[in-house]
């Protein structure tokens, strides 16, 4: 439950449900909805990083728009989920919430946004609200965004359009001006695997028959659930394991001074087959590096690459802080020149002579 329950809905147990992560937005979500005067704008643009909860978030957000139990002081959340309103958009059959999307192109072309502006000035069959969700709004042309420019200067009442992107930065100032961005955070490792199973509950016989894997690939995704789902059910969730077991092991290997002869061997076996795989593997290396240093300075820093946080304080005991930044800063320069097109082998020598 959040901390934030807004005034005369002392009963609401939940708000949103079905997001994980992402309290503080939730939070100032349900303050606008559920005001004495709503004040929501008529546009949001929901920006973060695949597979963080956007379209989750619209949707359930598009629920508690239209929610028939949104006033309820008795309702257990909000969206109830329960309604007829919530369930019809959760099943997608509401014909007052349309999605629009790339159809499989390289972008949302103006065509799909003329048909929105003569849409939006259709009344709504069953809601009081008419929603538009358009996924992928990064990707419009500028011929699109100019044209949906005219739809969110003047929107009929009750229009309310959610554009989802992953970078605001590819979007025009005008559109952005007119609808504020709210942004998904990247989840913590516990929320990424919440996120995978509630919305795949299956994977819990992958996490159950290959632990190590499954938290391989929540580590590798970097707060995406969606991203981890992609990854477990496809062919790449055996290499990201094998790099990064590549990638402890080179830990391990440059704590002992002793073993810089085995660290050449590891680090030219793993990161010779090509230039690329080189690059992947020394970022990959250098994410592992960078945990160990920020666990010198701060014990309970939130870890990118270590799931297991003992182990890696263990690990991070054996270097000094000052061997953990130079590894750093070497694999950093390396990880350029290969960049540049520099040979691979020569760069890889040249890096492990800096350490």
Same mark, same amino acid.
């Given at each position: 439950?959040?901390?934030?329950?807004?005034?005369?809905?002392?009963?609401?147990?939940?708000?949103?449900?079905?997001?994980? *992560?992402?309290?503080?937005?939730?939070?100032?979500?349900?303050?606008?909805?559920?005001?004495?005067?709503?004040? =929501?704008?008529?546009?949001?643009?929901?920006?973060?990083?695949?597979?963080?909860?956007?379209?989750?978030?619209?949707?359930?957000?598009?629920?508690? =728009?239209?929610? $028939? +139990?949104?006033?309820?002081?008795?309702?257990?959340?909000?969206?109830?989920?329960?309604?007829?309103?919530?369930?019809?958009?959760?099943?997608?059959?509401?014909?007052?919430?349309?999605?629009?999307? /790339?159809? *499989?192109?390289?972008?949302?072309?103006?065509?799909?946004?003329?048909?929105?502006?003569?849409?939006?000035?259709?009344?709504?069959?069953?809601?009081? !609200?008419?929603?538009?969700?358009?996924?992928?709004?990064?990707?419009? /042309?500028?011929?699109?965004?100019?044209?949906?420019?005219?739809?969110? $200067?003047?929107?009929?009442?009750?229009?309310?359009?959610?554009? &989802?992107?992953? +970078?605001?930065?590819?979007?025009? $100032? /005008?559109?952005?001006?007119?609808?504020?961005?709210? @942004?998904?955070?990247?989840?913590?490792?516990?929320?990424?695997? !919440?996120?995978?199973?509630?919305?795949?509950?299956?994977?819990?016989?992958?996490?159950?028959?290959?632990?190590?894997?499954?938290?391989?690939?929540?580590?590798?995704?970097? *707060?995406?659930?969606?991203?981890?789902?992609?990854?477990?059910?496809?062919?790449?969730?055996?290499?990201?394991?094998?790099?990064?077991?590549?990638? $402890?092991?080179?830990?391990?290997?440059?704590?002992?001074?002793?073993?810089?002869?085995?660290?050449?061997?590891?680090?030219?076996?793993?990161?010779?087959?090509?230039?690329?795989?080189?690059?992947?593997?020394?970022?990959?290396?250098?994410? #592992?590096? !960078?945990?160990?240093?920020?666990?010198?300075?701060?014990?309970?820093?939130?870890?990118? %690459?270590?799931?297991?946080?003992?182990?890696?304080?263990? &690990?991070?005991?054996?270097?000094?802080? @000052?061997?953990?930044?130079?590894?750093?800063? #070497?694999?950093?320069?390396?990880?350029?020149?290969?960049?540049?097109?520099? +040979? /691979? @082998?020569?760069?890889?020598?040249?890096?492990?002579?800096? %350490?």
């Amino acid at each position: 439950m959040y901390n934030f329950v807004p005034k005369g809905c002392e009963a609401l147990k939940e708000i949103f449900p079905k997001i994980i *992560g992402n309290e503080e937005l939730c939070a100032r979500l349900a303050r606008s909805l559920l005001a004495e005067n709503p004040d =929501l704008p008529h546009a949001y643009i929901i920006e973060g990083a695949y597979g963080t909860g956007k379209r989750t978030l619209a949707v359930e957000l598009a629920k508690a =728009l239209v929610c $028939e +139990n949104r006033t309820n002081t008795d309702a257990p959340a909000l969206p109830c989920n329960s309604c007829r309103n919530c369930r019809n958009i959760s099943r997608g059959a509401c014909p007052d919430v349309i999605e629009i999307g /790339t159809d *499989g192109k390289a972008s949302v072309g103006v065509d799909a946004i003329r048909e929105l502006r003569r849409d939006v000035h259709i009344y709504p069959n069953d809601l009081e !609200r008419k929603i538009y969700i358009i996924n992928d709004a990064h990707t419009m /042309t500028v011929q699109a965004q100019n044209a949906l420019l005219l739809t969110l $200067e003047e929107p009929p009442a009750y229009a309310f359009i959610l554009l &989802l992107c992953e +970078n605001s930065a590819l979007m025009l $100032e /005008t559109i952005k001006s007119r609808a504020p961005i709210i @942004r998904m955070k990247p989840l913590s490792p516990e929320d990424t695997e !919440r996120a995978m199973l509630l919305s795949d509950p299956s994977l819990e016989t992958k996490k159950r028959t290959d632990p190590a894997l499954f938290d391989d690939v929540i580590m590798s995704a970097d *707060g995406s659930a969606g991203l981890a789902i992609d990854l477990l059910s496809g062919k790449e969730a055996a290499k990201i394991a094998e790099a990064r077991r590549a990638s $402890e092991k080179f830990c391990i290997l440059a704590a002992n001074a002793a073993k810089k002869a085995e660290l050449l061997i590891h680090v030219t076996e793993v990161c010779t087959s090509t230039r690329e795989t080189a690059k992947d593997q020394l970022e990959s290396f250098a994410l #592992a590096v !960078r945990d160990l240093a920020l666990l010198k300075r701060d014990g309970d820093t939130a870890l990118r %690459f270590f799931s297991d946080r003992e182990k890696a304080t263990h &690990l991070s005991d054996s270097f000094s802080l @000052r061997k953990l930044l130079l590894i750093s800063d #070497a694999l950093l320069e390396a990880i350029s020149a290969l960049e540049r097109n520099s +040979n /691979t @082998r020569l760069t890889l020598i040249s890096m492990l002579s800096k %350490f």
